[in-house]
């Protein structure tokens, strides 16, 4: 049964550890996220972003492999099925489908018309029980081969979307999508103090988990980050394994070829990945 993220983030947040949004793309990500969330009795949000739910062919596809999924699994931990980054008409898609948490990205536009929308979602998501995740100051990574530094968010913009009674708050600090450059920054913590100041005991969301080092994510949770998300690196471990396999001609060995076996590598890879970051953010027998 899919619970909002709410109250797992609103623990976490208290209790001074972090939730891991891993980002599914099929049945493999999926399974091998769950099997993991529930063999280290963590809570855990499973990400879906636009393109990725268009590539499972569509949201109710999404929320009918996951709820079958966790019902023959007997997944016995809480489980949040969140959209990632959504536009305002994949929120109502998502809630219609099913799921049991959306984000918002009103960030490109312009703060009052973000404010608008997002207090439209607020009270559907309201009247539905799912959470709501909104996003200020954008998250920088590479569109079209342009790499973006993340920008800042402004405390005061923060405070009037968190105001709005949405679940969590994403406030870029310098984080950015996929693989860091080599000149970036770091991450920004006099933003982030200055945003957790403003908004209080609201769980606030680390995008771009990918790459952060450890100490700057341990010193970002001791700040009020109760959600960080994980994506590129499931999906770095995911390649490097299954072109090992390949490499090593495995696929060529016997019925090497067929899919349970060919993939397999990769999947364990996943549940390697998605193990050390539950470790990271402490959300380990919190479930």
Known sequence: MLVSAKEMLEKAKAGHYAVGQFNINNLEWTKAILSVAEEMKSPV??????GAGKYMTGYKTVVGMVNGMMEEMKITVPVALHLDHGSYEGCLKCIEAGFSSVMFDGSHY???????????????CAEKGLSLEAEVGSIGGEEDGVVGMG????????KAIADLGVTMLAAGIGNIHGKYPEN??????ETLDAVQQKTGVMPLVLHGGTGIPEDMIKKAISLGVAKI???????????????????????LQGKGFDPRKLLAPGA?????????KITLFGSANRA
């Open 45 to 50: 949000i499973l990400g879906v972003s636009e």
């Open 110 to 124: 312009p703060i009052a018309d973000n404010i608008a929308k997002t207090k439209e979602l607020v009270a559907l």
């Open 151 to 158: 920008e800042c968010a402004d405390p005061d913009e923060c």
């Open 184 to 189: 970036w920054k770091g991450l920004s913590f």
């Open 229 to 251: 998300n994980v994506n590129t690196e499931c999906q770095l471990s995911f390649a490097a394994a299954t072109r090992k396999y390949i490499e090593e001609g495995k696929d």
């Open 268 to 276: 364990e890879a996943i549940k390697e990945t998605v193990r050390e």
